[in-house]
T-cell receptor, first 116, second 114 residues
Framework: GAVVSQHPSWVICKSGTSVKIECRSLDFQATTMFWYRQFPKQSLMLMATSNEGSKATYEQGVEKDKFLINHASLTLSTLTVTSAHPEDSSFYIC????????????FGDGTRLSIL | AQSVAQPEDQVNVAEGNPLTVKCTYSVSGNPYLFWYVQYPNRGLQFLLKYITGDNLVKGSYGFEAEFNKSQTSFHLKKPSALVSDSALYFCAVRASSGNTPLVFGKGTRLSVIA
């Protein structure tokens, strides 16, 4: 089945550091990938839609300059949390779906980001 | 705009008993409905989907869900629960067949007790 790989799985870093998270579709091509944020014991909040070869579409309230998204190929999207602060600590999850109608989204295993 | 409601934060069931995790939805037009499961510190795993056709959908690990248009519900069921089914379950909907993002419910934590 379709596999989405997300790396790294866990990051601990100092405040002010920029952190890059990679999301790869391993056995399929994805023109669109999605980035979610999940707070403890809460649902997934859509942050942005990543489109291959074009600018990402951000949800209301998500800072574009804070969360930089690049989707340079059909199998890779990256999320960079710039100048991270403790309030950016969270669980970030990416997803992608195979091309075609009615395909389910497949999720990466998530990245737990802890900013000290 | 579409939305999903999972009315129960927690469901407890004894091993071997049937389980139901409830989900209702609101969407304009035909709904595309999904169930996912999340284990601790992991992403979401796809269980099943309803697009069209039979109202009873069978999915992974013995789970099934019943689409009820009149009640706008899509409850997840399993005839006999396992301890390993204990996890967080999310219902999701999208309003089109295109590659648009899913809207998730808040999740229901299932605990299966031996």
């Amino acid at each position: 089945g379709a596999v989405v790989s997300q790396h790294p799985s866990w990051v601990i870093c100092k405040s002010g550091t920029s952190v890059k998270i990679e999301c790869r579709s391993l056995d399929f091509q994805a023109t669109t990938m999605f980035w979610y944020r999940q707070f403890p014991k809460q649902s997934l909040m859509l942050m942005a839609t990543s489109n291959e070869g074009s600018k990402a579409t951000y949800e209301q309230g998500v800072e574009k300059d804070k969360f930089l998204i690049n989707h340079a190929s059909l199998t890779l999207s990256t999320l960079t949390v710039t100048s991270a602060h403790p309030e950016d600590s969270s669980f970030y999850i990416c997803s992608a779906s195979e091309m075609g109608r009615n395909q389910p989204q497949h999720f990466g295993d998530g990245t737990r980001l802890s900013i000290l | 705009a579409q939305s999903v409601a999972q009315p129960e934060d927690q469901v407890n069931v004894a091993e071997g008993n049937p389980l139901t995790v409830k989900c209702t939805y609101s969407v304009s037009g035909n709904p595309y409905l999904f169930w996912y499961v999340q284990y601790p510190n992991r992403g979401l795993q796809f269980l099943l989907k309803y697009i069209t056709g039979d109202n009873l959908v069978k999915g992974s690990y013995g789970f099934e869900a019943e689409f009820n248009k009149s009640q706008t519900s899509f409850h997840l069921k399993k005839p006999s629960a396992l301890v390993s089914d204990s996890a967080l379950y999310f219902c999701a909907v999208r309003a089109s067949s295109g590659n648009t993002p899913l809207v998730f419910g808040k999740g229901t934590r299932l605990s299966v007790i031996a």
